[in-house]
């Protein structure tokens, strides 16, 4: 793309991560910060962490079918930065660099194929005023590109304007969001990949899964960038 080289001649981007000076190319981030995260070995032990945090904090309800992550979370790290630029400073590249890295895991399993579409976990209408977007959905909508899937953001509504769960406990975080989420009303498929930026405690993630359960979904799978537990 001619206009963006010419636009980075001019406003040249740095990364996100250490504030280095990014090639025409890249996206928001550099390749020495995205080598530095603490990266899954494989999609199997990553799928495994993801389902330990459910079985750990929720053992009564369903597990996701299949999960994914890319990264575990450190406090202060490079990546908490970078995930926090993501979420409230509105670098959309960010979600575009890593959806497509996490539907290039997704893609490699038997699982993805089934999908019928793929669903960003809600953000709050008032949440998306304050920040502008759902960084959620923007991850969702790099993992269908990849993937070939349908986005569906009409399928579960958020009504409650809830607090942010960080700093509270599971159990806080779990009341704050458990009443949150609804059906929309409008027709669920079976199979849904449910998609998240950070999994911490699975509280967001379980309530969202019952909604679309309660509406009519058979398996869920789960991927989120980064698991926080
Ligand atoms: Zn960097």
Not at 6 to 34: N, Q, W
Not at 43 to 61: C, I, L, T, W
Not at 122 to 149: C, D, F, H, M, W
């Amino acid at each position: 793309m001619l206009i963006d080289e010419m636009l980075h001649l001019f406003y040249p981007r740095v990364c996100t991560g250490c504030h280095s000076l990014l090639a025409p190319k890249e996206r928001g981030i550099c390749p020495e910060c995205i080598a530095s995260f603490d990266a899954f070995s494989d999609a199997d032990a990553a799928g495994y962490a993801v389902k330990e945090v459910f079985r750990r904090n929720y053992p009564a309800s369903n597990q996701p079918e299949s999960a994914w992550t890319l990264y575990r979370f450190h406090k202060n790290d490079r990546l908490q930065r970078v995930v926090h630029a993501m979420k409230y400073e509105g670098v959309h590249r960010l979600g575009n660099v890593f959806g497509t890295l996490l539907a290039e895991m997704i893609a490699g399993s038997t699982a993805a194929a089934a999908f019928s579409c793929i669903v960003p976990v809600p953000l709050n209408r008032l949440k998306v005023v304050e920040r502008t977007y759902n960084q959620s959905e923007v991850i969702a909508r790099a993992v269908a590109g990849v993937l070939r899937k349908d986005v569906c953001t009409d399928l579960v509504v958020c009504k409650n304007h809830t607090r942010p769960q960080a700093g509270l406990s599971l159990r806080e975080r779990h009341s704050n969001v458990k009443d949150a989420f609804t059906p929309s009303g409008n027709v669920v498929p079976e199979n849904i990949l449910l998609v998240d930026d950070v999994l911490t405690t699975g509280s967001t993630a379980t309530a969202v899964m019952r909604a679309l359960e309660s509406a009519g979904a058979r398996q869920i799978s789960l991927a989120t960038v980064v698991l926080a537990a």
